[in-house]
């Protein structure tokens, strides 16, 4: 919290106002908050636990501009931030966007890895935040914008957690309004610390996506069960040569030439050998994750549609 808010004292415009939602954390930002408070026009909201939807909704309410910025507490924002996003406001006249992240020089090896295999093509992170993407893009919530109207047309967040920013997007989009991605308006994301952290939040990711199928039944893809297909793949790997181990030894080949080419085109965007060899099993851990993740909502959901009622 504290990086993010010295990084917003580095903007070059102080027009604007920071809205601090605290959602039952048991470590408070409180003291931080203080800290700023001669420095930054912040206001530090308090609310029980309810998950992130319910209390950016809280920060909406609460704000009296005309455009609202959403940010997690682990970003740190680049220099001119603002300046990007009205610069692009003006000429695009989007309702909604949403911004990439980068590594920062500061970040650890893991955290640049992870940053890396959230981002590349090569695995579940696609086009996030690129400028080449397949389909529309959808503005995530470490870096998102929308607009008053927006939020008075749609009500905000209606999911609690757990891809409650896809779900959002895609009821910005069904609304009629225009969304975009402002490349230039991008953050320094240091996401998880730490591989278990990491499969626990992409385990969620996966659970989110099979959330938003329910809700939005045509916004699951065939490429969303991907993730899946690699998780039971791998298991299945392992009890090929017990059938043949021709098969067993292709779908050896298959994975190390896979995790090979992630190696050369990390090596190839962070320059670091380091973060490419943490990069593969960022890779493994985010496609098993996810795709555990998303079979077992599905399997969940099906189950207890199937259950008899009492």
Known sequence: MEELLQSLLRQRRSDFEVIVVED??????????????????????????????????????????????????????????????DFALKENAFDAWGGPDRAHEDFTNFQRAVGYT???????????????????FQPRSFNMGISRKVFETTGGFRFDRFAEDIEFSIRIR??????????????????????????????????????????????????????????????????LPLISSSLFLAGVVAFVLYFVCLFIDCLRTTGSAVVAMLAVPSAFLQFFGYGIGFLSEKLRRSSAKNQPRQ
Not at 61 to 80: E, M, W
Not at 122 to 130: D, H, M, N, P
Not at 225 to 239: G, I, K, R, Y
């Open 174 to 239: 069904n609304a009629g309004f225009k969304v975009g991605l402002i490349p230039d308006a991008f953050v320094y994301h240091k996401r998880r610390t730490g591989p278990r952290a990491f499969f626990r939040q992409v385990f969620n990711f996966g659970k989110g996506r099979a959330l938003v199928g329910k809700a939005h039944p045509q916004e699951v893809k065939v490429v969303h069960w991907f993730p899946t297909l690699f998780a039971l793949s791998f298991v299945v790997l392992w009890l």
């Open 24 to 85: 039952g954390s048991t470590a408070t930002s409180e003291k931080v908050v203080e800290a700023f408070g001669d420095r930054l026009k912040i206001h530090y909201i308090v609310k029980p636990n309810s998950g992130p939807g319910p209390s950016r909704n809280v920060g909406f309410q609460h704000a009296t501009g005309q455009y609202f910025i959403v940010f997690d507490s682990d970003c740190i924002i680049r220099d001119n931030f603002f300046d990007a996003v």
């Open 118 to 136: 959230m981002a590349s093509p090569l695995t579940t992170g696609g086009i996030r935040g690129g400028k080449k993407r397949m389909g529309w």
